[in-house]
């Protein structure tokens, strides 16, 4: 089962919100989410992420709480997932020279932070625009046991 993390800067807004967007359209494979900070670390989802959650039907754990990536979840995950383009710059950063091909951007565009924008739906519709087209992605990898670009 090919393991992914969502990355976003706190791990309270975006990419929490990509974790249960994810699972909520597939099984097939294991996703979890970090922060590239420690600024939240062990803070839950923030209330706009549980709102989108709760108004869009999307099952969530209530105890998933902020955790920064870690040298081991370099090496542990198959894709490590930025929600940004900072995210991106930072991860390239943090990442040992020899995972850094696990790095991938979530969507040619950057998923705008609600943390600043207060604005949680646009980002929800970005998420789940960008997690469909990540599942026909992986989809296609697992039939074709290669890399095809398809966002
Ligand atoms: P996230 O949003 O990266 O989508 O979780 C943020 C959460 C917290 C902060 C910034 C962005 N912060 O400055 O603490």
């Not at 709760?54 to 997932?81: A, C, L, M």
């Amino acid at each position: 089962m090919k393991k992914i993390a969502f990355v976003c800067l706190g791990n309270i807004c975006r990419s929490p919100m990509a974790e249960f967007v994810m699972k909520s359209l597939t099984d097939k494979y294991e996703i979890q989410s970090r922060a590239t900070s420690s600024w939240e670390h062990g803070n839950p989802i923030h209330k706009g992420t549980q709102g989108i959650f709760r108004s869009h039907g999307v099952p969530y754990d209530t105890s998933k709480t902020s955790q920064q990536i870690s040298k081991n979840d370099f090496e542990y995950f198959d894709y490590i997932i930025g929600m940004d383009e900072s995210n991106l710059a930072d991860l390239y950063q943090m990442c040992p020279q020899d995972q850094q091909d696990k790095i991938q951007a979530f969507a040619s565009e950057s998923v705008p932070d609600p943390w600043y924008t207060g604005d949680f739906e646009e980002t929800y519709d970005r998420v789940l625009t960008g997690c469909q087209a990540w599942l026909s992605r992986l989809e296609n990898e697992s039939e074709n046991g290669k890399y095809k670009e398809t966002l």
